[in-house]
């Protein structure tokens, strides 16, 4: 699979978004991260902004509010106050 993180974004409320992709940048309180195959384990903080990623070329992005993110064998779970698709 080309496609080998699994990104879920997802609220309180039920909103979220779940895909594959290759890569994800999340915006944190120091910047942004980005995470690629293979990133060690984590646990962050997330600020308001633009969570963007690609799948096989294409780029997307979600619009996202404060919360948290953890990294583990290439999975990236985001649990945030709000998500908004772009």
């Keep these: 699979m ?7 974004v997802s609220t309180a409320y039920g909103d979220g978004f779940e895909s594959y992709v290759d890569y994800v940048r999340l915006p944190t309180p120091f910047g942004s991260l980005g995470v690629l195959r293979g ?27 404060e919360g948290v993110a953890t ?4 999975e990236v779970i985001l649990l945030v106050s709000s998500i908004k698709h772009e």
């Design 2 to 8: 080309a496609s080998d993180i699994h990104l879920s």
């Design 71 to 74: 990294v583990s064998n290439n």
């Design 39 to 65: 990133h060690c384990d984590m646990l962050c903080a997330v600020s308001p902004g633009l969570v963007s990623y690609s799948v096989q070329g294409e780029r997307g992005s979600l619009e996202v509010g």
